[in-house]
């Protein structure tokens, strides 16, 4: 499974940006989510959601600022981006989990970038101050 992911770029301090995460038809994701990588830096969780629920979770970095949402008529994930500050510069990455689980997982499998099998590309990021 092959995700593409889009709409990153140059902002300012204090923008937003939506990123986009389409993934094939006919695929299906129970859990998607955002990671990102600033140069030199490991790759962090940013956001994840139930495909089926719509529950979101976050990391505490960007509560109140970016939202995850997905639309499972287009099977295109997205993060709205707000208030974007300079240590939000990174490349962004979508990622899916498509395992069937026994049960429902807590925040913490969500945040786990080894728990996600689909990875998409990667999209840049640039928050200038």
């Known amino acids: 499974v092959q995700l593409q992911a889009s709409g990153g770029g140059l902002v300012q301090v204090g923008g937003s940006l939506r990123l986009s995460c389409a993934a094939p038809?006919?695929?299906?994701?129970?859990?998607m989510g955002w990671f990102r990588q600033a140069p030199g830096k490991e790759r962090e969780f940013v956001a994840a959601?139930?495909?089926?629920?719509?529950?979101?979770f976050y990391a505490d970095s960007v509560k109140g600022r970016f939202t995850i949402s997905r639309d499972g008529g287009k099977n295109e994930l997205y993060l709205q981006m707000n208030s974007l500050k300079p240590e939000d510069t990174a490349a962004y990455y979508c990622?899916?989990?498509?395992?069937?689980?026994?049960?429902?997982?807590?925040?913490?499998?969500?945040?786990?970038?080894?728990?996600?099998?689909?990875w998409g590309q990667g999209t840049l990021v640039t928050v200038s101050s």
């Open positions: 990622a899916g989990d498509s395992k069937t689980l026994g049960y429902n997982p807590n925040s913490i499998y969500y945040s786990r970038a080894a728990n996600y099998n689909y």
């Open positions: 038809e006919r695929t299906f994701n129970a859990r």
């Open positions: 959601l139930s495909w089926r629920s719509g529950s979101t």
